[in-house]
Nanobody, 128 residues
Framework: QLQLAESGGGLVQPGGSVILACTSS????????IGWFRQVPGKERESLAC????????NYADSVKGRFTISRHDAENTVYLLLKSLQPEDTGVYYC?????????????????????WGQGTQVTVST
């Protein structure tokens, strides 16, 4: 059974950076399309970024384009999300998700076609 786990969240000052990691068990990440999402209380879960398997295509929501970077290191079985220039409105629980098709959409957000597994989430709080 595919399971995902996020790590790396915490308290960050405005303007700061943090890197989140997503790892898997039950199946390696190299064949999976991976997406990062953010959940804020009272709002729908927001798709932020995706990366495909094999050809490493990426797609970003306009709200994070230029500030967040998704990357994958298959040898480490890890997909990263680098968050830079963080603002208080970036506060939320960050989730990674997997699409076992391995593909993503590069023309729309949300950029995963399907979600076959979710991680448990990691909290990022941007505050002084």
């Amino acid at each position: 059974q595919l399971q995902l786990a996020e790590s790396g969240g915490g308290l960050v000052q405005p303007g700061g950076s943090v890197i989140l990691a997503c790892t898997s068990s039950g199946r390696t990440l190299d064949v999976l399309g991976i997406g990062w999402f953010r959940q804020v209380p009272g709002k729908e879960r927001e798709s932020l970024a995706c990366i495909s398997s094999r050809d490493y295509r990426t797609n970003y929501a306009d709200s994070v384009k230029g500030r967040f970077t998704i990357s994958r290191h298959d040898a480490e079985n890890t997909v990263y999300l680098l968050l830079k220039s963080l603002q208080p409105e970036d506060t939320g629980v960050y989730y990674c998700a997997a699409d076992t098709s391995g593909t993503i959409s590069t023309s729309r957000i949300p950029c995963l076609f399907d979600v076959d597994a979710w991680g448990q989430g990691t909290q990022v709080t941007v505050s002084t």
